[in-house]
């Protein structure tokens, strides 16, 4: 069977906006996106939604069950990975600057077979958080 997609309504998606991250510890992670991560504050909503700058995109947190009645998700479970690209260079002193931080790192610095140098460490809710170069 073929599919045809053309003239799809939602074909008309051009990009990824932003992406929200339900937090279990809303102000552990706003203390580290802004603190450590030093992304850019943007827009917050009370205290259950905060919205940081990160190149042309939104990386907002947000407390569960705004829109729909969602549970927090589970302590022990990534909710996430976000990936955040930089120069080859700077990604070891991104390892540098998060041990200084007192972030426990996943995976170091590493250089890997398909061709990125990456670095691995969580946020304070457990999601797993890489920097990475193209090599």
Not at 71 to 82: C, I, K, N, Y
Not at 107 to 123: C, M
Request: proline residues 7%; aromatic residues 10%; without cysteine.
């Amino acid at each position: 069977m073929t599919r045809t997609f053309e003239g799809h309504p939602l074909r008309a998606i051009r990009a990824l906006d932003y992406t929200i991250i339900f937090a279990r510890d809303l102000p552990a992670m706003r203390k580290f996106y802004a603190d450590v991560m030093r992304f850019e504050l943007y827009h917050e909503l009370a205290d259950n939604w905060i919205e940081f700058r990160v190149g042309g995109n939104i990386l907002a947190l947000a407390k569960p069950g705004l829109v729909v009645p969602d549970q927090p998700p589970p302590a022990g479970t990534a909710s996430v990975q976000l990936a955040f690209r930089v120069r080859r260079e700077e990604v070891d002193a991104a390892e540098a600057a998060l041990r200084t931080e007192g972030v426990a790192i996943v995976a170091p610095s590493t250089d890997q077979r398909w061709g990125h140098r990456t670095l691995f460490f969580r946020d304070p809710d457990g999601n797993l958080l890489e920097i990475y170069a193209d090599i």
